[in-house]
T-cell receptor, first 114, second 114 residues
Framework: GDSVTQMEGPVTLSEEAFLTINCTYT??????LFWYVQYPGEGLQLLLK?????DKGSNKGFEATYRKETTSFHLEKGSVQVSDSAVYFC?????????????FGRGTQLTVWP | DAGVIQSPRHEVTEMGQEVTLRCKPI?????LFWYRQTMMRGLELLIY????????DSGMPEDRFSAKMPNASFSTLKIQPSEPRDSAVYFC????????????FGPGTRLTVL
């Protein structure tokens, strides 16, 4: 079955530091890939996505590139801010033989200090 | 446009009581998902519906849990009887079917069973 492995947190960084959160997946098909973010006390919201190999998703300074050869979708940001403190979830979308569903990773807690 | 609406936002109840959580998906979305989030288990998919029909309920923990979607604009998740281990944040999300499209999450219901 499908699964996703995320870098374990928590991750603690100083403001303006470089961020990488690793994500690898296994899938029976050719999934679309998503990163969701959950700010404290809120539901998850889409951060970025990529639907085919070598696509780069980007939003709010975050980027992730769909690497089919390594089945990875690592999240990066060049300079984090305190407001980026949140939990980040990697999620492949498996089209599969049914209607498709997202498979969420365990989430990676990010804390950014001023 | 209103997002996904969940009620109540917080629920505190005693063990053995019945709990009903409610969700109104985004108008026009025809897939609806119920998730449970805990520190120990992360984000778990409980059940999802497509066009009001349950597609996959393999994540429902046991017979004490049941979910219904009587129409396209309303769903309930019921726990009867509730137990302390059911304490969690329950999220509802909706999306368009058949595409690797974004799931939109509600703000969640924080359930505490004493």
């Amino acid at each position: 079955g499908d699964s996703v492995t995320q870098m374990e947190g928590p991750v603690t960084l100083s403001e303006e530091a470089f961020l990488t959160i690793n994500c690898t997946y296994t899938a029976t098909g050719y999934p679309s890939l998503f990163w969701y973010v959950q700010y404290p006390g809120e539901g998850l919201q889409l951060l970025l996505k990529a639907t085919k190999a070598d696509d780069k998703g980007s939003n709010k300074g975050f980027e992730a590139t769909y690497r089919k050869e390594t089945t990875s979708f690592h999240l990066e940001k060049g300079s984090v801010q305190v407001s980026d403190s949140a939990v980040y979830f990697c999620a492949p979308f498996d089209r599969g033989s049914t209607l498709g569903r997202l498979y969420f990773g365990r989430g990676t807690q990010l804390t950014v200090w001023p | 446009d209103a997002g996904v609406i969940q009620s109540p936002r917080h629920e505190v109840t005693e063990m053995g009581q019945e709990v009903t959580l409610r969700c109104k998906p985004i108008s026009g979305h025809n897939s609806l998902f119920w998730y449970r989030q805990t520190m120990m288990r992360g984000l778990e998919l409980l059940i999802y519906f497509n066009n009001n029909v349950p597609i996959d309920d393999s994540g429902m923990p046991e017979d004490r849990f049941s979910a219904k979607m009587p129409n396209a604009s309303f769903s309930t998740l019921k726990i009867q009887p509730s137990e302390p281990r059911d304490s969690a944040v329950y999220f509802c999300a909706s999306s368009m079917t058949g595409t690797a499209d974004t799931q939109y999450f509600g703000p969640g219901t924080r359930l505490t069973v004493l």
